[in-house]
């Protein structure tokens, strides 16, 4: 695949052929392929996989020829990496195992924080 620079160059205020076009994982719903890949693995378990997320950022790119893609991914990875256990249910959405209700709360998240930021081996 040829490298297209077309979005970063317009980022840079720098001279383009054309307005760069650039695409949103949602509209990816309308793709057979997507639709497939989503009958197998979960959002979650798709944004936990980078080479999967990878594929599925890509496959607009590829069909399209759009000059640019955004990384498959949700709004809730974040929550993960300070420890709230949480999943997507169908229909309803994100729902958190444990939602924050105290300072005891507040104290758990610090420490998973650090423990991700500056991981203890």
């Given amino acids: 695949m040829a490298y297209n620079d077309r979005f970063i160059r317009a980022c840079r205020r720098q001279e383009i052929d054309a307005v760069p076009v650039w695409y949103m994982r949602q509209a990816g719903r309308y793709d057979p392929e997507y639709r497939k890949i989503k009958e197998k693995y979960s959002l979650l ?7 999967l997320a990878a594929e599925i950022t890509m496959m607009p790119v590829r069909k399209l020829g759009v000059d640019a893609a955004i990384l498959y991914s949700d709004i809730m990875n974040p929550v993960a990496s300070i420890g709230i256990d949480f999943d997507i ?11 924050i209700r105290s300072e005891a709360d ?3 998240l610090t420490r998973s924080m650090s423990s991700v930021i500056y991981p203890i081996y």
């Fill in 106 to 108: 507040i104290d758990r």
């Fill in 45 to 51: 378990e798709i944004c936990r996989q980078p080479e």
């Fill in 89 to 99: 249910v169908k229909n309803i959405g994100p729902v958190i195992d444990n939602p």
